[in-house]
């Protein structure tokens, strides 16, 4: 097979099965024997249980058992990840509720019908106490976690300068962005299924990190734990978390000997499920009157909701981008995190890149106009060059790669920016709804913690098949067709040959899961290197038989030839019989860590137009330029882009999680949490820089994240934009209608609905 493979759009293995209806979801599974589990949530933000009331419910039809916090051990799940101090958090409330959907009980029932009615018998009995909600009044309220003493989890500040020295320059501007609270919206909640086999039990559960949750699940549970994750409709950071009701269905099958399913409903999900975003940054930014920054200065304050476990690290990954592609002589950056009385926050596409970008080029932009020059201009002048790089900024990150400027001339050439200024000075001298263009640049860092690694083993049965066995978990991104692409282009053979297996811990041993850009690049890179291992020592054997140098022999169709000869050779078949049948292992695995993370970077453009009369804006055009190093399939890339431009968009314009001051969510409803429809979205353009990452063999580097960075700042800019001219100098996001109507009411001395 003289063709590459290996960086091909290959039609995905996967999909056939995906869109034909013949996925196999946890929802799908139906053991002998199933049983049906619905927890009893708090609907107080914050309060005393006093008791909890399940007399009832334990005598109601069909229902098998009842427990609460007396019934389950209340151990604190683990804390993944952070070296904050651990704030314990029961798998089901006992003496306090800190967020509304925490979950008091549950209810076993034998239908899914029998478990929800018996569930509505149950009254848990709380004392409500004072909700904390937002993170300016927790950061000095009474402490939400007493044993803890403070709902300050984290301050911290990293740079290179003292904010109090003097700031002499002659642009010197501050301004204050929120990235508002988000919901990840997989289009499968939450599910999990656990069925008892022999001492332990399997957990079927729809995840991004099959064996970290099986770690997990094992410091906390007393007997054996294996985890297994079937297709999975989308995880977007959400399903890579430790959520209290995975351990009590575990526990639950345990203890009843029969299978417990949990399917989250939609407003679990939206009540419950983990949330991402939610940070406000105040950007003091200074520099030259001819568009030269000198020093910036960030102010992070983050809510990590009312349990500081993944959430709490997301501001750091904020830091670590920070600096984003500017060449800054002097930044600082200042984090408090803090616990609130909401449902805990996590990783969340992104993860801490987006809040980076959005603030550093909205503080970019209104520095630009400070000075009077062009926004973009501004951007050129303070670009990182690319012979600095490698480089490692000041808060500590080591981009690797790229060529910064090259992507923002990129971008402005896509978006045919000269076509737009026209069309935007004709509009301001002829009348009519405004325009804007809008830029959002951004670095982001990939690959997850430095030490973190993946686990591949390949082996080759004797028909010739390829098996990869991976710690990966694909939650949609296409690892099957990826993965194989990978091996079989080493092994020279058909994509049809490779089985790919991941997501089950009885046949995977090691694993670490996919999140932070992460399974190309690493689990990927495994791939290739225990793959040419394998194939090198195979080789070896295939000399052996041809009686022949090892060099000499060229491996092409699944055939090993010597080279000139292709009469002369062996099948990959022949020479895995003879390596068995000499004792040979016909088998390499490895847990491979590149002991560096990636930082992909990218410029995303917005054209918009603005309904003076209603506030309603409208995405004319969309581009983005992307550097994810080495693309092994470039159709799922394009797919990745279109799909993260979509939810970046979609906070941009659309989406945000709101409670009101008691605590009460008033978004738990895709009827009240607005989310974007294809006819919001424009036609996405796309183009790709190839900058190969230096830490990993492929040269990967992430994917797929970049749109949900990039795309709001693009779009907020460029409303912004369009606006300046009437007033309008600052807007938080969602835009929608009523905000900006509103902005330019307030802007033009009108009166505010």
């Known amino acids: 097979m003289n063709q590459r493979i290996l960086g091909r759009s290959v039609v995905r293995k996967e999909d056939e099965r995906l869109v034909t209806g013949r996925g196999r979801y946890v929802g799908d599974i139906h053991p002998e024997g199933l049983l049906h589990a619905r927890f009893v949530r708090s609907d107080v933000a914050h309060g005393s249980v006093t008791s909890v009331d399940v007399d009832a419910a334990r005598e109601a039809p069909g229902v098998v058992a009842v427990l609460t ?45 029998a478990a929800f009615d018996a569930a509505e018998l149950v009254w848990p009995d709380i004392d409500p106490l004072p909700p904390l909600v937002e993170p300016d009044q927790a950061a000095s309220g009474e402490p939400i976690h007493t044993e803890f003493g403070s709902n300050v989890v984290e301050r911290s500040s990293v740079g290179n300068f003292d904010p109090d020295q003097p700031w002499e320059f002659e642009v ?26 022999g001492e332990g039990v399997t957990l079927y559960v729809t995840h991004q990190a099959a064996h970290r949750l099986r770690d997990a699940l094992s410091r906390i549970l007393p007997f054996p734990v294996e985890v297994v994750v079937p297709d999975v409709g989308g995880g977007f950071g959400m399903k890579g978390r430790f959520f209290p009701e995975y351990a009590v269905v575990a526990l639950a099958a345990h203890r009843l000997g029969r299978p417990v399913r949990w399917l989250q409903t939609r407003r679990e999900s939206m009540v419950c499920g983990t949330h991402g975003r939610d940070m406000v940054h105040t950007v003091r930014i200074a520099g030259d009157r001819d568009g030269r920054i000198r020093r910036v200065w960030i102010s992070i304050l983050a809510s990590t909701g009312a349990y500081p476990h993944t959430g709490a690290q997301v501001p750091r990954y904020t830091r670590l981008v920070s600096q984003e592609m500017y060449d800054v ?17 996590a990783p969340y596409r992104g993860a801490g890149r987006p809040e980076a970008a959005y603030a550093m080029e ?53 978006i045919d920016l000269d076509r737009w200024r026209s069309e935007q000075r004709r509009r301001r001298e002829e009348g009519g709804n405004p325009i804007g263009i809008g830029l959002g640049a951004f670095v982001e860092r990939a690959g997850g913690p430095p030490e973190s690694g993946e686990y591949a083993r390949v082996q080759i049965d004797e028909d010739g098949t390829v098996r990869v066995f991976s710690g990966a978990v694909s939650n949609g991104q296409g690892h ?12 020279s053979v058909p994509i049809d040959r490779v089985e790919v297996i991941e997501g089950d811990t009885r046949v995977v041993p090691r694993g670490w899961g996919s999140m932070a850009s992460r399974s190309a690049q690493i689990g990927g890179s495994a791939i290739l290197r225990v793959s040419t291992r394998l194939r090198d020592r195979l080789r070896e054997v295939a000399a052996a ?35 068995k049948a000499e004792g040979l292992e016909t088998w390499e695995e490895e847990f491979y860590s590149p002991g560096a993370q990636t930082f992909p970077y990218g410029v995303h453009a917005a054209v918009v137009e603005v309904e003076l009369d209603t506030g309603e804006v409208r995405l004319l055009d969309m581009v983005a330029v992307d550097d ?51 006819t919001d979205l424009p036609f996405f353009r796309t183009a790709r820089l190839e900058t190969p990452a230096p830490s990993n063999p492929l040269g990967a580097k992430g994917a797929g994240e970049g749109g949900c960075i990039g795309a709001p700042p693009a779009v907020v800019n460029a409303v912004l934009d369009a606006l300046w001219p009437y007033g309008v100098e600052h807007l938080d996001m969602p835009l929608r209608p009523a905000v900006v109507w509103e902005a330019l009411q307030r802007a033009s001395g009108g009166q505010e609905a």
């Open 628 to 678: 994810c190093g080495t693309v092994i399939n470039p159709m799922i890339v394009e797919g990745q882009t279109h799909g993260s431009l979509a939810q970046g968009i979609g906070q941009a314009l659309f989406e945000q999680v709101q409670y009101d001051d008691q605590g009460q969510l008033r978004t738990a409803t895709l009827m009240d949490y607005a989310l974007p429809h294809s």
């Open 69 to 113: 916090a007396e019934d389950v051990p209340l151990v604190p799940l683990p804390v993944d990840g952070t070296d904050l101090p651990p704030v314990p958090r029961p798998l089901l409330a006992g003496d306090r509720v800190r967020h509304v959907g925490e979950p008091v009980a549950v209810v076993i029932g034998e239908t899914e019908q």
């Open 172 to 197: 010197d501007v501050t301004l204050t962005v929120r990235n508002q609270r988000l919901a990840p919206v997989p289009i499968e909640p939450l599910a999990a299924l656990g069925v008892p086999e």
């Open 480 to 491: 099957e067709t990826a993965f194989a692409q990978v091996a079989a282009e080493v092994f």
């Open 545 to 579: 038989m041809l009686e022949a140098s090892p060099s000499d022999l060229e491996l092409s169709d699944g055939r090993f030839v010597v080279a000139g000869v292709p009469s002369a050779g062996v099948d990959l078949e022949e020479v895995i019989a003879r390596a």
């Open 329 to 345: 002589p002097e930044l600082r950056v200042d984090i408090q995190t803090v616990l609130t009385n909401t449902a805990p926050t």
């Open 362 to 414: 909205r503080a970019v932009d209104r520095f630009a106009r400070a000075c009077g020059l062009d926004p973009i201009d501004v951007r050129r002048k303070n670009l990182i060059d690319t012979h600095r790089l490698p480089l490692t900024t000041i808060v500590g990150a080591r981009y690797d790669s790229g060529d910064y400027r090259k992507a923002v001339d990129a971008a402005v050439r896509l």
